[in-house]
């Protein structure tokens, strides 16, 4: 029993661990996945430093080439499977999709838990494998390299296999709720852009990912049954697996990118307390990058033997695919044009992602241009751009996410100082470590070695250090906000202001989400019209001057 209704929340209601393990409640679902994600992330970051640490000096520092080879590869399988690709689908969208629409619950709630558990098995998978003997391929699996070997292939792409159901469940849960369970009344144009964004990722989550999951089986059929598809020495091609892994990658980049850029667009509307600037053109801006997505993965492959008019027609594509994503960028400034900025740390992070995210984008151009993309290939600028654009766009995002909606998670403010502090540092040591390796990418350095030329030497210290900086940033983080959850003030119902469903419900939310059927009396980003007609109410009361 509880002293009044309001300590009544997801959270206590029901107890007991198997209230837990068995929940159907999408908001302790998507806490569930939060915790799986942030002990891979855990993971991801410690090989990440290891990796670092080895690269400090041409020689050996800590371990030898082929553990190099091993710590490398599976740092970049359990950021991008275990922790990038489904953070912010499964454990913020998970969490706060229902709400937006003023919804119960996701459509097929059964689904949603099995979609947890198929999860938790394939990171089983990964982490027997790396217990076992670790994979030493690359995280693309690339052919040959990964019939050859002789490491955990088969369970470290089982694993993989098996999460790529659990993309899968998740989407087609989206895509229902997003077209059932809308409030009455509730019209596409009056949807929350994350929604949007949510909607888009689930599209490609559905339609690409069960070709990843196809090529693995494929794989796996190889090396364990002896036939032919991949391997050249039995009749296969090499090159057909990269078609079909990078017809899959290349769209899961928005599967990471695109609800990050959702979660943007609701911070930097709430934090400039003005109506979000060309809604439409983002909303559709989304879909397009979903759409084109699917047409560019060949421009990873411009020194792979494609045809001269391939090549250029992938280019053309590439370009084609900056101009939503600059859609998105421009009517972001042009919300925040005049508009009354509150630097809280959500928006602290919005602005990382802003700039870091367009230095992912442009330099990705320079990839997209045939000639530059020759002569950077397989160079340490491939590793920039590629985590400027996932660390610095969809990391970035997540960590905005994290920190705009933990009031509503949690119920409690966590030390907005520190959180400054932490995001300051997170953005100097993303800069050290990764801009460095632009300039070792022109220069020459490519990727994946283990050893290197002396005159490479300063710029990888520098790297290795900006990842120290980075470490500390995250680990002054998790401080805060696990000190938050017990000491942390007590959130007010709507503590930033926020026009959108889910700031209507109490904090944290009741098993049911709201207390009362929400109501729907203006859009997610009517800041100008909420103000008018609350100073004509004031007016009316005679609390303010005519």
């Known amino acids: 029993m509880y002293d009044n209704e309001s300590e009544r929340n997801y959270l206590n209601t029901p107890r007991g661990w198997k209230s837990w393990l068995f929940t159907l409640d999408h908001k302790r679902i998507g806490l569930m996945y939060l ?120 369970s470290m792409t089982l694993g993989v296999f098996i999460l790529g159901f659990s993309s899968i469940f998740t989407g087609m849960n989206f895509i229902v709720t997003i077209h059932k369970l809308r409030l009455p009344g509730q019209k596409w144009f009056e949807l929350p852009l994350f929604v949007w964004g949510l909607y888009a990722t689930a599209i490609i989550q559905v339609l690409a990912t069960p070709v990843l999951s196809i090529t693995l089986v494929l794989l796996i059929i190889e090396k364990a049954g002896g036939v032919g598809i991949f391997d050249p020495a039995m009749g296969g091609d090499p090159v057909l697996f990269q078609h079909f892994f990078w017809f899959y990658s290349h769209p899961a980049v928005y599967i990471m ?59 053309f594509l590439t370009f084609m695919n900056a101009i939503p994503s600059g859609v998105k960028i421009f009517n972001w400034m042009a919300t925040m044009y005049k508009g009354h900025i509150k630097l809280e740390t959500p928006m602290l992070y919005a602005f990382s992602f802003l700039f870091l995210f367009t230095i992912g984008g442009l330099t990705g151009i320079f990839l997209g241009v045939i000639a530059t993309d020759i002569h950077l290939h397989d160079t340490y600028f491939v590793v920039a751009h590629f985590h400027y654009v996932m660390v610095g766009g969809t990391v970035m995002a997540f960590l905005a996410g994290i920190h705009y909606w933990w009031p509503k998670m949690f119920g409690k403010m966590y030390n907005e100082f520190w959180a ?37 030497q300063p710029l990888h210290a520098f790297s290795s250090v900006g990842s120290w900086i980075l470490g500390l940033g995250f680990i002054i983080m998790a401080v805060y906000l696990i000190h938050s959850l017990f000491k942390g003030e007590k959130a007010g119902r709507n503590p930033w202001g926020a026009l959108t469903l889910e700031w209507t419900s109490p904090i944290p939310p009741p098993p049911e989400n709201f207390d009362k059927d929400p109501v729907l009396n203006h859009g997610p980003y009517d800041y100008d019209k909420v103000v008018m007609e609350r100073d004509i109410d004031k007016v009316k009361m005679g609390s303010v001057s005519r």
């Not at 915790?35 to 080895?54: K, N, Q």
Request: glycine fraction near 8%; charge should be positive.
């Open 35 to 154: 915790i799986a994600m942030a002990a891979a992330f855990l993971l991801g970051g410690i090989l990440a430093t290891l990796v670092r640490l080895e690269l400090l000096t041409p020689g050996r520092d800590i371990m030898g080439a082929e553990t190099y080879n091993q710590i490398f590869t599976l740092h970049g399988a359990v950021m991008i499977f275990l922790f990038i690709i489904p953070s912010i689908p499964a454990a913020l969208g998970n969490f706060i999709l229902p709400q937006m629409l003023g919804a119960k619950d996701v459509a097929f709630p059964r689904l949603n838990l099995a979609s947890w558990y198929i999860y938790v098995l394939g990171s089983l998978f990964a982490v027997y494998s790396i217990w076992t003997s670790a994979i030493d391929t690359g995280w693309t699996f690339y052919t040959p390299y990964s019939t050859d070997s002789t490491k955990s292939v088969i």
């Open 257 to 315: 990118i695109l609800p990050g850029m959702g979660i943007i667009s609701e911070v930097i509307s709430v934090f400039s307390r003005k109506k979000i600037f060309g809604y439409k053109a983002i909303a559709f801006s989304s879909i397009a990058i979903a759409f084109i997505g699917f047409l560019v993965w060949g421009h990873h492959m411009f020194v792979s033997t494609q045809s001269s008019l391939a090549a250029v027609i992938f280019s």
């Open 420 to 456: 400054r502090i932490a995001c300051l540092i997170i953005f100097i040591g993303f800069n050290f470590t990764f801009f460095t390796q632009f300039i070792l990418g022109t220069k020459g350095m490519p990727r994946r070695y283990y050893t290197y030329l002396d005159q490479y």
